[in-house]
Antibody, heavy 119, light 111 residues
Framework: QVQLQESGPGLVKPSQTLSLTCTVSGGSINSADYYWSWIRQPAGKGLEWIGRIYTSGSTNYNPSLKSRVTISVDTSKNQFSLKLSSVTAADTAVYYC???????????WGRGTLVTVSS | QSVLTQPPSASGTPGQRVTISCSGSSSNIGSNTVNWYQQLPGTAPKLLIYSNNQRPSGVPDRFSGSKSGTSASLAISGLQSEDEADYYCAAWDDSLNGHYVFGTGTKVTVL
């Protein structure tokens, strides 16, 4: 079955760019039925949607993060990626990648990866 | 910041019925379907209810969802110890070029 796996550095310095990749296995990222999305969760807090991308490259971002976020897709590698620039300690969180059905629900999640912003 | 408001906690004894509310606005719940996610401790969220009241395969029928106007609710009937988790409502929001919003989350405790 389809699985998602996040990967990337677990520690990022303040003011630098956080970069994560989500690898889709067991299925094609080139599906017309889904968007691909990033969500984060600071320790002990709630979920925050970061953004989504369609295989065409079309994106939508959280208005509160839009100026710092870039989500891209590499269909040849069956991967999509997140870049978050100018990070601060407030960006420390578990980052999840997830599959977003066209009907508007996340039906598949990665296990999440903890990213800590610290010098 | 969350724009869907949930009570921070809810509790019940095994077998009881627990209800969680989710309050939004015309641009999110009022215009789009509501989904619910269950997050067990230390794990990724899992889809529990989609399109207001639909259960994915494998979700017990003691979980049910409903929506009315700009509010939604999740009900857990016959509460079980394994239902102790955080629950989040969510919906697409049509404002600001469109974005997805989650609720503030509700911690359900089985007494």
């Amino acid at each position: 079955q389809v699985q998602l796996q996040e990967s990337g550095p677990g520690l990022v310095k303040p003011s630098q760019t956080l970069s994560l990749t989500c690898t889709v296995s067991g299925g094609s990222i080139n599906s017309a039925d889904y968007y691909w999305s990033w969500i984060r969760q600071p320790a002990g807090k709630g979920l925050e949607w970061i953004g989504r991308i369609y295989t065409s490259g079309s994106t939508n971002y959280n208005p509160s993060l839009k100026s710092r976020v870039t989500i891209s897709v590499d269909t040849s590698k069956n991967q999509f990626s997140l870049k978050l620039s100018s990070v601060t300690a407030a960006d420390t969180a578990v980052y999840y990648c997830a599959r977003l059905a066209l009907w508007g629900y996340f039906d598949l999640w990665g296990r999440g990866t903890l990213v800590t912003v610290s010098s | 910041q969350s724009v869907l408001t949930q009570p921070p906690s809810a509790s019940g004894t095994p077998g009881q019925r627990v209800t969680i509310s989710c309050s939004g606005s015309s641009s999110n719940i009022g215009s789009n379907t509501v989904n619910w996610y269950q997050q067990l401790p230390g794990t990724a969220p899992k889809l529990l209810i989609y399109s207001n009241n639909q259960r994915p395969s494998g979700v017990p029928d003691r979980f049910s969802g409903s929506k009315s106007g700009t509010s939604a609710s999740l009900a857990i009937s016959g509460l079980q110890s394994e239902d102790e988790a955080d629950y989040y409502c969510a919906a697409w929001d049509d404002s600001l070029n469109g974005h997805y919003v989650f609720g503030t989350g509700t911690k359900v405790t089985v007494l």
